[in-house]
């Protein structure tokens, strides 16, 4: 009207918009990803095998909503390298939960005081020989040590196990490097047993015949399975894949002198300190479940439930590992000899 210029509305307003968009976003965006970390956690640690222990992870995440963050390490010093993992994590924990493949890497993280005891209500259903008297750590769904034989190559009996091992020349046997593993494990017991010098006498015995000594029990079976080797030391789990593939192999326990066998059982526990406890808590009555022990029976590794359950539902080739299991000795028995055995193999590298 007085002859100035009317400014449109929108760009009155665009110095203002300019100035309060940033401050919109500052206040914002922090409080979206605050948000974000409001989703419940579990941090865990796993040596099992990813291939069996994957699809029972994420069943927990899609029953209980709660998001898990796993790690997985190799085959051949997996459970070894986690174990120290957490060791150097002592002073700030990440992981909550620690799903061992075996017993004695368990047990050493609760002498360093890395584990915490779990309620003993979510423990109940495992046999007390199968877990910590204090609640520090949990066993569940086992494997057994065997001898893996190519029925095409020898004859699968204690008797011929036997005659093969008392020959000159034992380059068609294999084993696993005894420094981690479930070959620690059955070295631990025999020194339990039998005295560290009787264990080193039977080591360098096989050592001097030539037996395979191989990365890990994987390889073992696939030196079995290709009949490279007639016959060699592993677990239930390796020589039930075999036989999945159709290799002409079968299997017998490993006993120890007494008779009895060696049972390991996968391991769960929870970090001293660790930064979700609540989750871990569920995710430890989850794994021990009868539910679980079933799943992991019917996976093609095929381990033995420790709970009770009904074993007419049991795979056949599970049903026929019970007597063998109901022979086990206490798996945490090999930890009174584990740090011997240990600091000897270490030397002798």
């Known amino acids: 009207m007085n002859g100035v210029p009317r400014v449109p509305l929108a760009r009155r307003r665009l110095p203002w918009l300019v100035v309060l968009l940033p401050l919109l976003a500052a206040v914002a965006v922090p409080w979206l990803l605050k948000s974000g970390s409001h989703i419940p956690t579990v941090v865990v640690y796993c040596a099992h095998d990813s291939v069996f222990a994957d699809g029972i992870l994420r069943q927990f995440e899609q029953q209980t909503g709660i998001r898990v963050d796993v790690r997985y390490d190799e085959e051949a010093n997996k ?23 075996q017993t004695l890497g368990t047990i050493r993280l609760k002498n360093a005081g890395i584990l915490q005891p ?48 008392s020959r000159p020349d034992l380059s068609d046997a294999a084993i696993a490097v ?25 080591h360098q015995s096989l050592h001097s015949r030539g037996i395979r000594e191989v990365r890990g029990n994987g390889a073992v079976r696939d030196l079995v399975a290709a009949g490279v080797c ?58 021990l479940s009868a539910s679980v022990e079933q799943q992991l029976a019917e996976s093609p590794a095929r381990q033995i439930p420790l709970g009770p359950t009904d074993s007419s539902l049991l795979p056949p080739e599970v049903q026929r590992l019970l007597p063998w299991s109901a022979d086990a000795t206490n798996p945490a028995a090999a930890a009174q000899s584990d740090q011997q055995v240990l600091n000897w193999l270490s030397q002798s590298r």
């Not at 150097?88 to 909550?96: A, L, W």
């Not at 005894?178 to 039977?202: D, I, K, S």
């Open 79 to 101: 459970s070894l390298g986690l174990t120290q993992m957490l060791l150097s994590e002592k002073q700030s924990p990440r992981c909550d939960v620690f799903w061992n493949n």
């Open 230 to 287: 007639s016959f060699g030391l592993t677990d239930t789990d390796d020589f039930y894949a075999a036989l999945a593939a159709g290799s002409p192999v079968d299997m017998l326990p490993f006993r120890l002198q007494d008779g009895t066998t060696v049972c390991i059982p996968n391991t769960v526990a929870m970090i001293r300190n660790c930064p979700h406890p609540e989750t871990a808590a569920k995710l430890l009555e989850f794994l």
């Open 118 to 165: 779990a309620p003993q209500k979510l423990l109940q259903r495992i046999p007390p020989e199968f877990r910590d008297p204090e609640g520090c750590w949990c066993g569940f769904a086992a494997r057994l040590r065997v001898w893996i034989v190519n029925t095409q190559k020898m004859q699968c009996s204690p008797q011929a196990i036997a005659a093969a091992l």
């Open 178 to 202: 005894p420094l981690y593993g479930t070959t620690l494990t059955q070295y631990a017991e025999m020194c339990r047993e039998q005295g560290l010098q009787a264990l080193q006498e039977w």
